[in-house]
Nanobody, 122 residues
Framework: VQLQAFGGGLVQAGGSLRLSCAASGRTFGRSTMGWFRQAPGKEREFVAATRWNDRYYADSVKGRFTISRDNAKNTVFLQMNSLKPEDTAVYYC??????????????????WGQGTQVTVSS
């Protein structure tokens, strides 16, 4: 099983980026798919998750980020708008496959991508 995240880069404050996470090795249509981020010197934190047709967001990104998924392509996306310097971090996608509920806890996710750097300049 492999998750591969890509789409990060350098953008000015107020700009947008779209992250993608392609999964292989199994299907994740019934799984919770999430995005997390980790800034230097900080713990990894929850950003957004989707389970079935439901979506969940951290308060810090509500109204700016949108998570979506294409189950046919086994891919999850994170559209990030109105980016701020404090959004700078390595962004990771993850999949949780065993639970009957969504979760934003890092330790409950089973598979992780390698991370993609997002840098927002002021």
């Amino acid at each position: 099983v492999q998750l591969q995240a890509f789409g990060g880069g350098l953008v000015q404050a107020g700009g947008s980026l779209r992250l993608s996470c392609a999964a292989s090795g199994r299907t994740f249509g019934r799984s919770t798919m999430g995005w997390f981020r980790q800034a230097p010197g900080k713990e990894r934190e929850f950003v957004a998750a989707t389970r079935w047709n439901d979506r969940y967001y951290a308060d810090s990104v509500k109204g700016r980020f949108t998570i979506s998924r294409d189950n046919a392509k086994n891919t999850v996306f994170l559209q990030m708008n109105s980016l701020k310097p404090e959004d700078t971090a390595v962004y990771y996608c993850a999949a949780e496959v065993d639970k009957a509920y969504w979760t934003g806890q890092t330790y409950e996710y089973d598979y992780w991508g390698q991370g993609t750097q997002v840098t927002v300049s002021s």
